[in-house]
């Protein structure tokens, strides 16, 4: 038996009577109790992840920008032109040669030739080795910091605790810092690496740290009035925020064009040559067969990945990911459907079809539904 990976905050999770489970190779909590009052917490006031399982990498040399520009659907001189703010960050997608996603990501521009870039844990060797067979040719070096923790704060309330937190202890002009920070904007002081981004739809930020200061910061985030949070109330809030899961709602035989991810995709210029374009560029002028779609369900139940939507009794398509929805209160989904179907359609559950509401992919934001 495989033993498994633990964060540097694991000890805390534990005395706290986290239920642990095996994600991707670590041992990380679900729930410290229950996770529709984690999922509320998040959405009314602060609470915080342990998400140190993530792989972060930094990216430096004069090739950097050449590197991403060809390795990342997404265009690099969105964030680091000449009329860029230091500190950017931007998500996109990285692309095998048929136009499948390898994975989703998020890069930061912080000055100069450097970048850090953050990928999901469950796919790390992949990425990785990836990553680095097109960084051949170019002049740069990607180096993954595997000592770097990292602690999602998120909730309306999260921006405010954050920042006194960081006036407190790293200095009244770092909270200044810290609080002229833009949504999808990062700074960074003496180790600590704060990006106002989440995985949640709500506002907040991940911090990044050297390894040995994670559980302190934890412990003073508690102190704040912070409550630690599961993977699985991450889950039902990104769900509810209409964001992917990669394995679930993306993976390598499927587009973004296909996955609501157009806005993600920077086809112009029309000179930039990133892996998996000339795919992308087909089904920009022809239409995709397939598209991704927001599903509520007109009855009770829940729907779970894998079941069956049908439309005239015949398979349309089928959920990605789905489950309960604790700001709703009820069962929502993501599904990829046939591109054709615009009407709501049935799934099947337990061999009884019961009817589905199609609607774009987003349900909460920011706390209101959408």
């Given at each position: 038996?495989?033993?498994?990976?633990?964060?540097?905050?694991?000890?805390?999770?534990?005395?706290?009577?986290?239920?642990?489970v095996?994600?991707?190779?670590?041992?990380?909590?679900l729930?410290?109790?229950?996770?529709?009052?984690?999922?509320?917490?998040?959405?009314?006031?602060?609470?915080?992840?342990?998400?140190?399982?993530?792989?972060?990498?930094?990216?430096?040399g004069?090739?950097?920008?050449?590197?991403?520009?060809?390795?990342?659907?997404?265009?690099?001189?969105?964030?680091?032109?000449?009329?860029?703010?230091?500190?950017?960050?931007l998500?996109?997608?990285?692309?095998?040669?048929?136009?499948g996603?390898?994975?989703?990501?998020?890069?930061?521009?912080?000055?100069?030739?450097?970048?850090?870039?953050?990928?999901n844990?469950?796919?790390?060797?992949?990425d990785?080795?990836?990553?680095?067979s097109?960084?051949e040719?170019f002049?740069?070096?990607?180096?993954e910091q595997?000592?770097?923790?990292?602690?999602?704060?998120?909730?309306?309330?999260?921006?405010?605790?954050?920042?006194?937190?960081g006036?407190?202890?790293?200095?009244?002009?770092?909270?200044?810092?810290i609080?002229?920070?833009?949504?999808?904007?990062?700074?960074?002081?003496?180790?600590?690496?704060?990006?106002?981004?989440?995985?949640?739809?709500?506002?907040?930020?991940?911090?990044m740290?050297?390894e040995?200061?994670?559980?302190?910061?934890w412990?003073?985030?508690?102190?704040?009035?912070?409550?630690p949070?599961?993977?699985?109330?991450r889950?039902?809030?990104?769900?509810?925020?209409?964001?992917m899961?990669?394995?679930?709602?993306?993976?390598?035989?499927?587009?973004?064009?296909?996955?609501?991810?157009?806005?993600?995709?920077?086809?112009?210029p029309a000179?930039?040559r990133?892996?998996?374009?000339?795919?992308?560029?087909?089904q920009?002028?022809?239409?995709?067969?397939?598209?991704?779609?927001?599903?509520?369900?007109?009855?009770?139940g829940?729907?779970r990945?894998?079941?069956?939507?049908l439309?005239?009794?015949?398979?349309?398509?089928?959920?990605?990911?789905?489950?309960?929805?604790p700001?709703?209160n009820?069962?929502?989904?993501?599904?990829?459907?046939?591109?054709?179907?615009?009407?709501?359609?049935?799934?099947?559950?337990?061999?009884?079809?019961?009817?589905?509401?199609i609607?774009?992919?987003?349900?909460v934001?920011n706390?209101q539904p959408?």
């Amino acid at each position: 038996m495989t033993k498994l990976l633990k964060t540097p905050i694991n000890a805390a999770h534990l005395q706290a009577g986290a239920k642990m489970v095996d994600f991707g190779g670590w041992e990380m909590p679900l729930h410290y109790g229950s996770q529709v009052e984690e999922h509320h917490t998040i959405r009314n006031h602060a609470g915080m992840f342990d998400v140190s399982h993530m792989v972060v990498s930094d990216l430096i040399g004069t090739g950097a920008a050449d590197y991403l520009s060809k390795l990342l659907a997404n265009d690099i001189a969105r964030i680091n032109n000449s009329n860029a703010l230091i500190g950017k960050a931007l998500y996109s997608c990285m692309l095998n040669e048929e136009g499948g996603v390898i994975d989703d990501l998020i890069v930061y521009w912080m000055g100069g030739d450097r970048y850090r870039i953050v990928t999901n844990a469950a796919t790390r060797e992949n990425d990785l080795s990836w990553m680095n067979s097109v960084l051949e040719g170019f002049d740069a070096t990607l180096t993954e910091q595997s000592k770097v923790a990292m602690v999602a704060v998120q909730g309306p309330e999260a921006r405010e605790l954050v920042i006194a937190w960081g006036a407190d202890k790293l200095g009244a002009e770092v909270g200044k810092d810290i609080k002229s920070l833009e949504r999808f904007f990062a700074t960074e002081y003496d180790g600590w690496f704060i990006g106002r981004t989440g995985y949640t739809g709500e506002d907040g930020f991940e911090v990044m740290m050297v390894e040995d200061k994670a559980t302190l910061f934890w412990e003073e985030m508690l102190i704040a009035g912070v409550k630690p949070c599961g993977l699985g109330a991450r889950d039902t809030l990104r769900l509810e925020a209409g964001m992917m899961l990669y394995g679930s709602d993306l993976d390598a035989v499927t587009t973004p064009l296909e996955s609501a991810l157009s806005w993600s995709v920077g086809l112009d210029p029309a000179e930039r040559r990133f892996i998996g374009r000339e795919l992308l560029d087909e089904q920009k002028e022809r239409g995709v067969n397939r598209k991704l779609v927001g599903v509520l369900l007109d009855g009770r139940g829940v729907m779970r990945d894998h079941q069956k939507l049908l439309f005239g009794g015949e398979q349309v398509g089928e959920i990605t990911s789905g489950g309960f929805s604790p700001t709703l209160n009820r069962t929502i989904a993501l599904a990829r459907i046939r591109a054709d179907v615009t009407e709501n359609c049935e799934v099947e559950m337990r061999g009884k079809m019961v009817p589905v509401i199609i609607q774009r992919p987003l349900f909460v934001r920011n706390g209101q539904p959408i």
